[in-house]
């Protein structure tokens, strides 16, 4: 009994580990080899690939090495950069709307003001990227956006919740943990099972969002809007929220444990 019971617990501790490094690419990965840290294309190349486009027909630039580039103001829609590099590239106020940015890695990449609207990042690697007033208006973004920088932003309609029916890879969901979401507005979002923890969301706009199964512990909600949000299981933990805003809250986790203001 007890070698079938250590069989089981070695199992889920497997399967455990292998959730979290699905998401986790990071791991192991040497960012300042030339793949990772330069760039095999200039923005000519690129400017050349656009305006050389086929009616009807995407621009490959998946698998690509961008990094670095200044890709700002280009029109990159509908643009396939899936397993692209754009570590430390500039798109500033670049229009990516509907591009495939799946398996992409956009690390400390530049996307102030960037419109990503219906853009689709699954896997996608965005650690501290910077996207203070980007659109994400109906994107599906299910890759790891820790230590983002999204103030103003607009995610209204986007999908940022686990994929519960493809888990090959482990549970894949946005993760925003301790990202700067200041002001952002989450209005008609699908949050359920992200994770937020640590997120500075103080204003932010959750209005009919679902954040069912969420987990926000420790983030700061001051002057949050949670009108018409679905708040069932998610878990405020430590979190900032307003004390006017908890009788709103009521279906959340650990509303006795939140701080009020």
Known sequence: MRIVLGLVVICFAALS????????MLQGVDLA???YSQAELTRADIEAALQHRKSGH???LS???????DLSGLDLHDVDFRAARLNKTSLAGARLDDAILDQAWLIEADLTGASLKGARAFATQ???MRADGADFAHARLAGDLTGASARGANFSEA???ADMKNQSMGLMRAVLRSAVLE???????????????FARGAGADFSNANLKGADAAGADFAGANWTGAKTEGLDLDSA???????????????VDRARLK
């Open 17 to 24: 580990a292998q959730g979290l490094r699905a998401q986790d």
């Open 33 to 35: 080899q030339p793949a």
């Open 58 to 60: 995407k621009v490959d």
């Open 63 to 69: 698998e690509k090495s961008l990094n670095g580039l």
């Open 126 to 128: 965005m650690q501290r």
């Open 159 to 161: 999908d940022l919740s």
């Open 183 to 197: 002001g952002a507005r989450f209005h008609n979002a699908n949050l359920a099972s992200a994770d937020l923890r």
């Open 240 to 254: 900032q929220i307003d004390a006017t805003a908890r009788a709103t809250l009521a279906g959340a986790q650990n």
